[in-house]
């Protein structure tokens, strides 16, 4: 057809509305019918597209609006400095939903010359997903399979890790599309029964009530686990390093640090948490103020996120306090956001007055070490994960050993109140599952929550809501397979896939 014409503007218009419905899946939404829809309408205007070049354009804009509704919070952190970074929201928003959607487009090219086939469509769409949980850094952020999060199927991610979840999610689309062929029926059937067996599977790991997403603690279970405390300040990004709001959410901090707890029979946990940059000071200058916190704790050792300088460096960092106010350990932040905690060519770009918005310097933080346990003591070992770490899965499969509990702070009023804070909650979430370890996530404006090795929210403070929660640490589950393999069996699928579409594809080809 010729550009322009009806029959290519409808095309892409479904394109367009395939993706929006594939991030209706995602959080806050969690629509996950709608994204399969989305995926299987994708399905078949991929493999009736004329040509390879139009197959890869229809990927292209399908992915645009799949990225650009699922991470339409990527405008909030310009805004809070409006005045400096404002103009960049609209270009961080078009560049980011476009790069990434190229992901897609290749898929979408790979699928038709392959014949169209489903068999590619779950092969290429998923090695895609993986590709960009890597490249150039990686942004596993909006995956396809983050859409089961709230479902029975996403504790298959203890045994395959989160892209066999986009694996399940593409399977379950090409079946729909071919239960209503007469010739494919069958395979759509037998599909459609492998997710859905997956499905009772998983719904058999967490029995009982929540075990989709928050779950009624067990008081016995837990009774004799140790109590940790999450201070929630709830100090919004435009206020939070403001010099006369800076005194106020530190003393609301040192205020839920030393209340009583409510609990006659434990009225002190045993540890207490503070945010991602808890403090406004870097750590060198900080000593009044590690005084102060160590006072209201009494005793109980306090984790915090704070900065630090060692030379010209500047490290996003989180501090553990033993009870009597020394620093028994460090750890710096190893997975930096660009842009926005660091600057590719950092120098270069101060040059232009442009910097890394979360830092002071022209090129931003600089990366720690890697991962990393923290040892607090009788608490066991912990793995701290800074913000945007908790999406990475090898972020904990490279730790040195098996960690006791994961533990997340976080500032997450950088992403704002809509989608952004209950996305990344949902990665936490999975990130327990797939360890089988339980995670306590404390966040500056929420959500901070306490997770069990089901991926069970077990107790949490609401989004952008000021407070205090103690919550006993939920027993550590058996190492998974996914914790024992990492990603090796989910990519041996995924190629294995991939190699019989490409074998079909050329069966098919010598025999015309």
């Known amino acids: 057809m010729q550009p322009g014409a009806p029959g290519r503007r409808v095309r892409l218009l479904l394109a367009l509305l395939s993706g929006l419905a594939v991030a209706l899946g995602q959080a806050p939404f969690d629509l996950w019918p709608a994204a399969i829809l989305g995926l299987a309408l994708l399905f078949q205007l991929i493999r009736n597209a004329g040509s390879i070049r139009q197959a890869a354009f229809l990927g292209l804009v399908a992915g645009i609006g799949h990225f650009a509704l699922a991470l339409f919070w990527i405008i909030e952190p310009f805004l809070v400095n409006a005045a400096r970074h404002g103009w960049m929201a609209p270009f961080a928003l078009i560049g980011m939903s476009a790069g990434l959607a190229l992901f897609w487009a290749a898929a979408a090219a790979s699928v038709r010359g392959l014949g169209g086939r489903a068999l590619a469509f779950v092969a290429a769409f998923t090695l895609v997903e993986v590709l960009r949980s890597y490249v150039l850094t990686g942004f596993p952020w909006a995956l396809i399979g983050h859409v089961w999060v709230d479902t029975p199927l996403v504790h298959i991610a203890s045994l395959l890790g989160h892209h066999a979840l986009t694996l399940l999610a593409l399977l379950a689309a090409v079946g729909l599309v071919q239960l209503f062929s007469p010739r494919l029926r069958w395979w759509g059937a037998g599909s459609l029964a492998m997710v859905c067996a997956a499905a009772l599977w998983g719904g058999t790991v967490a029995v009982g009530p929540g075990q989709g997403g928050t779950a009624q603690a067990d008081p016995a279970a837990l009774s004799d686990r140790p109590v940790i405390r999450m201070i929630q300040p709830n100090a919004p990004q435009h206020l939070k390093w403001d010099r006369t709001a800076i005194p106020v959410f530190f003393q609301r901090q040192i205020d839920y640090t030393a209340a009583m707890g409510l609990d006659p029979a434990q009225p002190r946990p045993d540890l207490v948490i503070w945010a991602e940059t808890a403090l406004s000071v870097i750590l060198e200058n900080a000593e009044p103020e590690l005084e102060a916190i160590t006072l209201a704790a009494d005793g109980v050792p306090v984790v915090l996120g704070i900065q630090r300088f060692i030379g010209q460096r500047t490290f996003n960092s989180a501090i553990y306090l033993d009870g009597g106010g020394t620093i028994r350990a460090i750890y710096d932040k190893h997975r930096l956001v660009p842009f926005g905690e660091y600057m590719p060519f950092g120098e270069v770009m101060a040059q232009f007055g442009i910097h890394g918005m979360a830092a002071s310097r022209g090129g931003g933080f600089s990366p720690g070490a890697g991962p990393r346990l923290m040892d607090l003591g009788g608490l066991g070992h912990a793995l701290p994960l800074i913000c945007y770490e908790a999406v990475f899965p090898q972020a904990i499969l490279g730790a040195p050993e098996r960690p006791d509990f994961l533990m997340q702070i976080t500032n997450d009023a950088w992403f704002g109140t809509y989608s952004g804070p209950y996305q990344h909650l949902a990665q ?30 077990t107790a949490a403070l609401p989004l952008d809501t000021a407070g205090w929660l103690d919550a006993p640490l939920p027993r550590a589950l058996p190492p998974t397979i996914y914790a024992l393999w990492g990603e090796l069996p989910i990519m041996l699928i995924i190629l294995g896939l991939l190699g019989a579409s490409v074998g079909r594809e050329i069966r098919a080809r010598r025999a015309k």
Do not use: C, K, W
């Open 428 to 457: 936490a979430r999975l990130r327990a599952i797939e360890q089988g370890l339980p995670m306590v996530r404390v966040a500056n404006t929420g959500v901070s929550a306490m997770i069990d090795g089901h991926g069970r929210v």
